[in-house]
């Protein structure tokens, strides 16, 4: 059985409470209460307050934060504290993410537990700084070169930013993988009411310590069962070596073997997709008898929800959400049972190339048309043009 | 009469289940880890938090075969790795052992930044002036007009002087000296891994397959005399003083900074308490 | 008000306390009242000086789509964002103005309009000019009755930097006291 300790927030990091605050303040309070102690940043709108709260904040709880030279700093910078034995994260926008990639890759090769914000704007490019988009999100699952799997979760308000983002450390902690926290510029930007609980009702992962002696350990040797391995850290004697080429069980770069770099691959894959069930996390409303189904995540979600009352209201019509809030890995089986008793699924995101929906449509195989609605970004949709597709799916 | 084969000191440092090793007959890169092993053995650190890290290249290797807690990198960033590492625990004792192009040319932005913070490491810089790994390929260390494979008629740039990049940008302790003064580098290297703040240790090694052949400019051994008679020992040289532009030029070695300030951490925990007062407990203190 | 969804627009130029008259109108709907408010804001060069606006919706349930589109309540605290967001302001909707910087001559109003010399109240009455901004919100409070006076208070209390507590409360009650006069209460 894999060893998971769970356990309860450090009530240092907790700031129990109703709170009015953005959603790039919430994050970092999340972060804190999930027992983030270390943060490596660059300034980049609409990303920043979430590291110059942690700035101020993180003296008083017991941790630290520097913001580096750059973002490619600032992504290896965190996984050095990491293996020092801390969690940790940094924080990001679009040019700083593409910056971070090969660091991406060298989390998930090195199964690094740790997180990745993205604040999303709208790109290529500079693109547009200070307005929202969902145009990374396959980014997030591709972005380093090679085979990896990763993990994307999106929030849809200040409340999830704060809730979702424990989740994220927590399934950092558990597979030991870089977890892709995708909050967008609107969901960023926006205050509202954020509930933070007492400490002892946030439950938290610990990292996965070896109970292994120094001699004994096998720094990658997987679980048997989760296919993760468990972990040490630096200055405890366990004189291990991490590398971001292919190794064997030891950790030694074996870069030449075809049947050790081909096990590791697909071992570093499997942990995610054969742990998907584990992972999931959806939302459904009006499912059980809905004639169309909007399919959609963060902030898209939200607003396609008004979209939907508009098409109730006018016409009557029956639709259902399915928002993900573990954007990847999906929910394959729940999505095809439901494509298979619905007309059409609708598919809102803050990009014109059908980031999600082209999964979604992969998934569903043609047992219900799926329909991308992409909106460039720079905004969110209207909900009129979310009623508007739903009235013409409907047809 | 029996002969019984003595352990190498140094042995214990080493993942002897990695040998051999991928280094070229010749190359100096050994050397400077055999100088680095026996000062390990002399700095008086517990090596169970004793970190080393290092980026990509023939240099980035050392990581892998030294029995520390050890990280091989990616390319260019050793340093804002080890940077985290330190500041996440300030127990450890993070050095950074890497090459020209690994710290120069990809992470030189991160060499200058972490001299600039006086972060609590030390890097060592094994200058081979060219890209081992990857086969010869032009460097920000190479000489001037020397030849590389992606400068076949000659480099037209100029070199780096590592130690006066190093020392300009804050380092407290700067160093240079060759793979032919072993006993001076080993000293050297004690000093550094005990200096507290950035120290930067330039070690100017041969790469006999690559830079010496191109350049017809002999083996290992004609590179050794070269070291040997080209080099002058200037402990306190200005690091203006100390540009290797050409090849014919003379090579001033020695340790040419050394002095105290606070670290990074000083200063950061000296400024949270002045602000923050009682509610502030030191980190790593 | 009996609308569900309650859409407010605040304009005015930088320097004045904008964004803080959202935050204090947010939290106290949010936070004190218990129900819903979502608070959003122009990011970038344009909310540096110049022109800002401040946009908060306040709902009993969840607020879905989070941004203003067709306001309801339009503040209007200086004449460039009277001319640029009086249009979307609805027919029936409410339109406040702080009366010495905002012009309507020329402009036929439809809706229910309450003005207040929120500056000059600032300076003359509190003795501070930079609590202009809570002026208002007490003006808001009794004009509009959406948020009870007492959450308002709370979340001015909550909001301002400490040691302005008291000063601002003043502020809130010079501006709370005149609307009252306004509405002839």
């Not at chain 2, 086969?135 to 920000?140: L, R």
């Amino acid at each position: 059985m894999a060893e998971i300790k769970w356990t309860t927030a450090d009530p240092k990091g907790v700031l129990t409470g109703a709170h009015y605050i953005d959603g790039n303040h919430a994050a970092c309070e999340g972060a804190l209460a999930a027992g983030c102690r270390f943060a490596a940043g660059y300034p980049i709108t609409p990303s920043t307050e979430v590291v110059e709260r942690f700035a101020a904040r993180i003296p008083l709880v017991g941790g630290m934060f520097i913001q580096m030279e750059d973002e490619i700093a600032s992504s290896i910078c965190l996984q050095g504290a990491v293996w020092a034995g801390l969690k940790a994260m940094t924080v990001t926008s679009g040019p700083g993410f593409s910056l971070m990639m090969e660091h991406i890759g060298f989390a998930a090769m090195t199964e690094t537990p740790c997180v990745f914000v993205n604040v999303q704007r709208g790109g290529p490019s500079t693109g547009t700084p200070t307005l929202p988009a969902q145009g990374d999100m396959q980014q997030a699952r591709w972005g380093s070169h090679g085979d990896y799997e990763t993990i994307l979760i999106s929030p849809s308000s200040p409340q999830e930013c704060f809730e979702f983002i424990i989740d994220a450390f927590n399934l950092a902690e558990i597979y030991r993988v870089p977890v892709m926290f995708m909050m967008d510029e609107c969901v960023g930007h926006m205050t509202e009411k954020v509930v933070i609980p007492e400490p002892e009702k946030i439950k938290v992962v610990e990292r996965r310590w070896t109970d292994k002696k120094p001699g004994e350990y096998l720094p990658y040797q997987p679980d048997p069962e989760d296919l993760v391995p468990y972990m040490v850290k630096a200055g405890d004697g366990y004189r291990f070596h991490i590398t971001g080429l292919t190794h064997d069980e030891r950790g030694y770069p074996a870069a030449t073997d075809v049947e050790i770099h081909n096990n590791l691959v697909r071992r570093l894959c499997e942990k995610i997709t054969k742990n998907a069930h584990k992972i999931w996390k959806w939302e459904e409303k009006d499912t059980d008898d809905c004639d169309i189904l909007i399919l959609s995540y963060g902030i898209s979600a939200r607003v396609a929800l008004r979209g939907i009352e508009l098409a109730k209201e006018r016409k009557g019509i029956k639709v259902g959400l399915f928002r993900l809030i573990v954007v990847w890995p999906m929910p394959e089986q729940r999505i095809i049972e439901l494509a298979e008793k619905v007309k059409a699924i609708i598919v809102p995101e803050l990009n014109i190339r059908a980031q999600v929906a082209r999964e979604i449509e992969r998934i569903v195989k043609g047992r219900c048309p799926v329909i991308p609605l992409g909106h460039a970004g720079a905004g969110v949709h209207n909900p009129e043009d979310i009623y508007n597709a739903i009235v013409e799916a409907a047809k | 009469m029996s002969t019984t084969l003595r352990e190498n000191p140094v042995e214990q440092f080493l993942r002897t289940d990695r040998m051999p090793h991928i280094w070229c007959p010749g190359c100096g890169i050994g050397t400077s880890v055999n100088c680095f092993a026996r000062a390990v053995l002399e700095c008086g650190i517990d090596l169970d938090k004793l970190c080393i890290v290092s980026g990509i290249g023939c240099t980035g290797r050392v990581a892998g075969y030294l029995r520390l807690d050890s990280f091989h990198t990616t390319h260019g960033r050793a340093i804002p790795f080890a940077t985290g590492l330190k500041l996440a625990n300030p127990d450890l004792h993070v050095v950074v052992y890497s090459g020209d192009g690994d710290l120069a040319a990809i992470g030189g932005n991160h060499l200058i930044h972490a001299a600039r913070r006086n972060i609590d490491i030390t890097v060592i810089c094994v200058n081979n002036f060219n890209y081992g790994m990857t086969g010869g390929q032009v460097a920000p260390t190479t000489h001037h007009e020397k030849v590389a494979t992606t400068t076949p008629y000659g480099d037209p740039e100029y070199p780096f002087n590592l130690p006066d990049l190093a020392a300009s940008c804050g380092a407290v302790f700067v160093a240079r000296w060759t793979t032919y003064h072993v006993v001076q580098l080993t000293k050297t290297l004690v000093k550094a891994l005990n200096k507290k703040g950035f120290s930067f240790v330039e070690i100017l090694a041969p790469c006999p397959t690559l830079y010496l052949r191109r350049n017809k400019l002999g083996t290992s051994v004609d590179l050794m005399k070269y070291f040997k008679e080209k080099s002058v020992i200037k402990h306190g040289a200005n690091t203006k003083e100390v540009g290797l532009e050409t090849y014919d030029k003379e090579i001033i070695v020695g340790e040419f900074v050394d002095i105290d300030k606070p670290d990074y951490l000083d200063n950061y925990n000296e400024i949270m308490k002045k602000r923050l007062g009682d509610k502030f407990q030191p980190w790593g203190r | 008000m009996a609308a569900d969804r309650v859409e407010i627009r605040l304009a005015g130029f930088g320097g004045q306390g904008i964004i803080m008259m959202g935050y204090v109108i947010g939290k106290a709907y949010s936070i004190f009242e218990g129900y819903e408010a979502t608070l959003t804001q122009s990011f970038g060069p344009e909310a540096r000086g110049g022109a800002c606006s401040a946009q908060v919706v306040l709902s009993k349930d969840k607020v879905l789509y989070p941004y203003v589109v067709q306001p309801d309540i339009f503040v209007a605290m200086s004449q460039e964002a009277f001319t640029k967001y009086y249009p979307t302001l609805k027919k029936d909707g409410i339109l406040i103005i702080e009366e010495e910087l905002v012009d309507l001559s020329g402009v036929d109003i439809t809706q229910k309009l309450f003005k207040i010399p929120a500056t000059r109240f600032a300076e003359e009455k509190v003795g501070r000019r930079l609590t202009l901004n809570i002026v208002m919100c007490g003006f808001f409070t009794a004009v509009t009755g959406l948020i009870s006076r007492d959450a308002m208070r709370k979340a001015v209390e909550d909001t301002v930097p400490s040691g302005t507590e008291e000063l601002n409360l003043k502020a809130f009650d010079v501006g709370y006291e005149y609307g009252q006069q306004v509405l002839g209460k």
